[in-house]
Structure formats: structure tokens, C-alpha cells
């Protein structure tokens, strides 16, 4: 019977990470602050992916599905919060026009 192997990834917040999961079951899993000693590190994790498929000795083709965790309406909202933080310089990308300039 052949296995079934599912990557998840998660990128592009605060501390990116990889999990590979066997038939269900958690094979590996790691965070790319790990591999690039960045705390925090918000990349694409290209060493944790890695490191999951070198535990499980598989090559990507052998995945049968990536997931790509991502919260549009979290990120929108931080983006929000971010930019309000340092209104009124922060309303223009957004087109708002006040009597600030």
C-alpha cells in the first residue's frame, strides 16, 4: 500500500514553518528560525520544507498535496492596525483624505 504524505506550510507571518504528515500522522515538523537563526523568521521555509522531506526520505513528487496556510481577513487587519498606527501619515495608501495633508 503506498503512503500518503501532506506538507503544510505556513509563510509570510511571524515564524514560517513546515509539517509533513504520513498516512494522517505527523512525520516532522520545524520552523525556519531554526535553519536561518532569524528569530521570527517570516520567509518562505525553504530549510524546513527540506527537513521534513529528508526525515520522511521522500522527494517532492511524492506528496500527494501541499496546504498553504493563510488568513486573508487576519492579515488585512494587521495591515489595518499597522497603518492606523501611525495615522494620519498612513491614511493616503488607502485614499483617505483628511484635513491632515
Known amino acids: 500500500m503506498a503512503h500518503s504524505y501532506i506538507l503544510g506550510i505556513s509563510a509570510f507571518y511571524h515564524d514560517s514553518a513546515a509539517c509533513l504528515l504520513k498516512d494522517g500522522d505527523i512525520v516532522a515538523a520545524a520552523q525556519e528560525e531554526r535553519f ?12 524546513a520544507v527540506e527537513y521534513c522531506l529528508q526525515v520522511a526520505g521522500i522527494r517532492p513528487s511524492e506528496l500527494a498535496h501541499v496546504g498553504f496556510y493563510d488568513k486573508p481577513l487576519l492579515k488585512f487587519e494587521r495591515i489595518l492596525e499597522t497603518y492606523l498606527g501611525v495615522a494620519p501619515r498612513a491614511s493616503r ?6 484635513r491632515c495633508g
Not at 36 to 47: C, E, I, L, N, Y
Open 36 to 47: 536561518t537563526r532569524k528569530k521570527g523568521d517570516a520567509s518562505f521555509p525553504k530549510h
Open 93 to 98: 495608501p488607502f485614499g483617505w483624505r483628511g
